[in-house]
């Protein structure tokens, strides 16, 4: 297993905040990214007291900023880089999401990856494991998503040629379902989401949404495995397959 330095861009909560956490138990050093100081203290505080004598850094920086780079790579090689970016819009029937909406879901999401990426590629090590973090959405035509569908499908997309052109590197995504994270709450209402969240567990042969550590334990086994690159691997509870529930 390589334990060199492993980077968690959007890692300031949610899924990035648990990977980054995963990553450190399994001794890695961390450094985690964020746009919001607060946030990100509080974040890498909490790192810091959940694994004791393993080197935590974070970094107050927008994924898009080209100043990414140049931070980076103060802190030398690095050897796992998830891209956890997200935010935006982009949900809600297609008759009524605006190309506003829309740009601002790719703004956030998909560009945000892929110019952290960028600035990324100097600081990789040869071998270093690259992992993005997308969504169901892309896959599931379920309505109401197509704008998310879009904005994951196309990171979803990127990932096959990225593998080519960037190995032996090795670039992969995890693709989470419904996930019970801070994203939630900022959308909808306590109510309503607990009925959402009922509603998709009756439907998933799990029984129930997922839990952030549930995706990190996914995306750092992914990153770990030295001979796989190039695949989506889905973590959403089942929510992929057709069982007419």
Not at 79 to 95: C, D, E, N, R, Y
Request: overall charge neutral; aromatic content about 4%; charged content about 15%.
């Amino acid at each position: 297993m390589n334990k060199g330095l492993a980077v968690v861009v959007g890692g300031s909560s949610g899924i990035g905040l648990a990977t980054a956490a995963r990553f450190a138990a399994e001794g890695c050093p961390v450094v985690v990214t964020g746009r919001n100081r607060d946030r990100l203290d509080q974040a890498v505080a909490q790192l810091r007291a959940s694994a004791p004598g393993v080197s935590i850094g974070g970094i107050a920086v927008d994924a898009r900023d080209p100043q990414l780079g140049e931070q980076l790579a103060r802190h030398g090689e690095l050897q796992h880089l998830v891209l956890a970016a997200s935010g935006g819009s982009g949900a809600g029937p297609f008759s009524q999401v605006g190309a506003d909406a829309v740009r601002d879901g790719f703004e956030a999401k998909t560009l945000a990856q892929w110019t952290a990426l960028q600035s990324a590629l100097p600081s990789l090590t040869d071998h270093a494991s690259i992992t993005f973090i997308t969504a169901a959405s892309a896959r599931a035509a379920l309505p109401g998503t197509a704008g998310l569908a879009a904005v994951n499908g196309a990171l979803e997309a990127a990932v096959g040629p990225l593998a080519v052109e960037l190995a032996p590197r090795r670039v992969n995504a995890v693709s989470p379902g419904v996930i019970d994270t801070p994203w939630w709450h900022g959308r909808m209402p306590a109510e309503a989401r607990d009925a959402y969240f009922a509603q998709t567990a009756r439907a998933l042969p799990l029984g129930r949404v997922g839990q952030p550590e549930e995706v990190a334990h996914v995306v750092v086994a992914l990153a770990m495995a030295e001979f796989v690159t190039g695949v989506v691997l889905p973590a959403d509870g089942g929510a992929h397959l057709a069982t007419g529930r």
